[in-house]
T-cell receptor, first 113, second 114 residues
Framework: AQSVTQPDIHITVSEGASLELRCNYS??????LFWYVQSPGQGLQLLLK??????LVQGIKGFEAEFKRSQSSFNLRKPSVHWSDAAEYFC???????????FGTGTSLTVIP | NAGVTQTPKFRILKIGQSMTLQCAQD?????MYWYRQDPGMGLKLIYY???????DKGEVPNGYNVSRSTTEDFPLRLELAAPSQTSVYFC?????????????FGSGTRLTVV
């Protein structure tokens, strides 16, 4: 069965520190992978996506993610976190056909001064 | 600005009442989706549409109905509201099938059934 696991429910980092949010997926075929961010009271905004090619993908707001097929992972990283990055982050995986996407349960990020 | 517009933003329903959540997009996207978001549960797909006149069930369709008479609008109907339908509902759209382009999400409707 297809699934997405975000092992960290909540992460706290200091402003300026580096960040890594974990995402593991279970999928029978080559997945399409996404990271979304949700600010309080807002909808989800696409940060980045991976389809094929270079396994390190760059997104908006200085975020990047690395696809590791051997580990079934798609971790999100940022070298230096800003206070405005505090939000909920969702990893999602989808098929290369059809319309069923699967979202992780999210990781809540708190940034302390 | 272009995007996905959801109304209302908040609503309280009594058990057994019905309501329609509105969703409109002005990006000429063919694909539209309804998700619900429950705490600690991520997003679950309720219904989706690949174009006007075409809808299909997602992972959790029970208790909901949809229609797609135009490209722009994709309303979600709740009949006989139940406490289990208390959730935040998100509408999303994409130009082609979402896996190629990602979704554009609306800002959500927070529904409480009491």
């Amino acid at each position: 069965a297809q699934s997405v696991t975000q092992p960290d429910i909540h992460i706290t980092v200091s402003e300026g520190a580096s960040l890594e949010l974990r995402c593991n997926y279970s999928y029978g075929a080559t997945p399409y992978l996404f990271w979304y961010v949700q600010s309080p009271g807002q909808g989800l905004q696409l940060l980045l996506k991976y389809f094929s090619g270079d396994t390190l993908v760059q997104g908006i707001k200085g975020f990047e993610a690395e696809f590791k097929r051997s580990q079934s992972s798609f971790n999100l990283r940022k070298p230096s976190v800003h206070w405005s990055d505090a939000a909920e982050y969702f990893c999602a995986v989808g098929p290369n056909t059809g319309n069923q996407f699967y979202f992780g349960t999210g990781t809540s990020l708190t940034v302390i001064p | 600005n272009a995007g996905v517009t959801q109304t209302p933003k908040f609503r309280i329903l009594k058990i057994g009442q019905s309501m329609t959540l509105q969703c409109a997009q002005d990006m000429n996207h063919n694909y539209m989706y309804w998700y619900r978001q429950d705490p600690g549960m991520g997003l679950k797909l309720i219904y989706y549409s690949v174009g006007a006149g075409i809808t299909d069930k997602g992972e959790v369709p029970n208790g909901y109905n949809v229609s797609r008479s135009t490209t722009e609008d994709f309303p979600l109907r709740l009949e006989l509201a139940a406490p289990s339908q208390t959730s935040v509902y998100f509408c999303a759209s994409s130009y082609l099938s979402g896996q190629g382009y990602g979704y554009t999400f609306g800002s959500g409707t927070r529904l409480t059934v009491v």
